[in-house]
């Protein structure tokens, strides 16, 4: 595929990632992140990292270090972010919404927003109408062109209120992808996008588009699944008078089923690929296969050859393949090329370093009475981990079915926690017992069996905080699985 990709000759090349703060950090993010990073220096360019905590309620100062430690983990560094600082600052959304609120302002002053009041009821009728007359938008536009004495009586009133983008109400507007080309969007379809809540924050796509301004971005790289939104922040720019910067949407990571990566079906937590044993440079080297090839097809290469031989014309549109067993042959060629005193440190690095151990041996020292007892006791510590049939995790006097519907809840409620400690995490597990109507034994029992894979354990709400969230999220996900009817 033969791509040519603009560079500025005027300024230099500034690219970014923007992830928000309310969950683990995810594989797509590194994925992103990698290919932000390797555009940035290949072009002489800076690459900077962005928080999107615009989601007050969601938005956590601990998944955000989970974040940083993450992207620094796999050696994904960035020249401006949060906690180094840099020209541009403040690099958090949530530090610059004054901002946002100017630049609303100067929409609606210009004619090219406005303020709504459509109350939740409207809207509902509106979502119905629109359903059944078959329509594509829902919003019905009825405050777009109210009079200003009447914009002025409600907002003096303290009627709550967004600010919406007066979008183009015929015609088409023109994205141009630097991997696909031009793709046209008929403006019908697009609702007049919301720009400020209610609660006075913006939405991503005002976001979005003031800070990349701001900031100098010159290259947008974020996955392809933000191709819909783009026709609204190429509007967005056009409302401010300002040149949009060159998009680039990179292909999704697929399932083998060619789904969506999704938590369901893989790990999608960095924190699950730390924590299991995967080399950051082993997953580097896989995420960077996700949809790129190196001219000579070599499966295994180091940041630094990625880096000499960059470009976007190597990258495949079909939707690249997350394989774990691709992940994990090829890890292993990492680990069997080390230095034994190497492995050794990487090791003692990893999960046996003293941090790790100091968590779990309080837990099994009441229960060994040798030093050998340890190993034994705590394989499930360190992902020495084999998952139970399902006739093994079936409490007795249940339904194959009803484990199922159990677990599924239980992995639901582990997947909604933001906080991770013994308290909260039996707090967590006890709200199921009276939601699943199951007995307090044979929930817990059967928690205790789908994260250990043993009946005789340590204390289950302990083991599960030392054990981490990503890894008792994938294995009670693969209990689950098995007990699907």
Not at 89 to 100: A, F, I, M, N, V
Not at 230 to 253: D, N, S
């Amino acid at each position: 595929m033969t791509v040519e990709i603009p560079i500025p000759t005027d300024r230099p090349v500034r690219v970014r990632i923007a992830p928000s703060p309310t969950g683990e950090p995810h594989v797509g993010t590194a994925y992103i992140a990698l290919f932000n990073k390797v555009f940035a220096e290949k072009n002489n360019g800076r690459f900077i990292l962005r928080i999107e905590d615009t989601d007050q309620r969601r938005s956590t100062p601990e998944s955000e270090q989970a974040i940083l430690d993450s992207l620094r983990w796999l050696g994904l560094d960035w020249h401006e972010g949060p906690d180094i600082g840099g020209p541009y600052g403040p690099y958090r959304q949530s530090e610059r919404t004054e901002l946002y609120r100017e630049h609303a302002k100067y929409l609606i002053d210009e004619g090219n927003a406005y303020y709504c009041f459509a109350t939740s009821e409207e809207l509902d009728e509106m979502r119905a109408t629109a359903k059944e007359q078959g329509l594509r938008t829902a919003y019905d536009r009825r405050y777009r062109d109210l009079p200003r004495e009447e914009v002025e009586r409600r907002l003096a009133a303290g009627e709550p209120y967004v600010v919406r983008l007066k979008m183009p109400l015929s015609g088409t507007t023109r994205v141009t992808d630097g991997l696909r080309g031009d793709i046209d969007i008929d403006n019908a379809e697009l609702d007049d996008q919301i720009l400020l809540k209610s609660d006075g924050f913006p939405t991503y796509h005002l976001a979005n588009v003031v800070d990349d301004r701001l900031m100098q971005i010159t290259h947008v790289i974020r996955a392809e699944e933000w191709i819909p939104s783009t026709p609204k922040h190429v509007l967005l720019y056009q409302a401010f008078g300002w040149e949009p910067p060159v998009f680039i949407h990179m292909p999704l990571l697929r399932n083998n089923d060619k789904t969506k990566i999704s938590k369901r079906k893989n790990p999608v937590s960095l924190e699950y690929y730390r924590t299991t044993g995967y080399l950051p440079e082993a997953l580097v080297n896989f995420l960077a296969r996700m949809g790129w090839s190196m001219p000579d097809e070599s499966e295994k290469f180091e940041y630094r050859e990625m880096l000499e031989h960059f470009d976007f014309g190597r990258m495949s549109l079909g939707g690249p393949i997350f394989d774990l067993d691709k992940l994990d042959w090829l890890n292993g060629m990492y680990i069997r090329e080390l230095e034994p005193g190497d492995l050794v440190a990487r090791l003692q690095g990893w999960l046996l370093g003293s941090g790790y151990l100091s968590a779990v041996a309080p837990l099994v020292r009441e229960r060994i009475k040798r030093l050998g007892d340890f190993i034994p006791s705590t394989t499930f510590f360190f992902g020495g981990f084999d998952p139970l049939p399902a006739e093994a995790l079936v409490p007795k006097g249940k339904e194959r079915v009803e484990a199922y519907r159990a677990l599924r809840a239980v992995t639901e409620a582990v997947d909604s926690m933001s906080t991770w400690d013994e308290a909260t995490i039996e707090e967590a597990l006890r709200a199921q017992v009276e939601a699943t109507g199951f007995k307090v034994r044979d929930l817990f029992m059967m928690v205790r069996l789908a994260v250990t894979s043993q009946k005789a354990t340590p204390p289950l709400f302990e083991s599960m905080a030392v054990i981490g969230k990503a890894r008792c999220q994938y294995r009670l996900r693969e209990a689950t699985n098995t007990l699907k009817p």
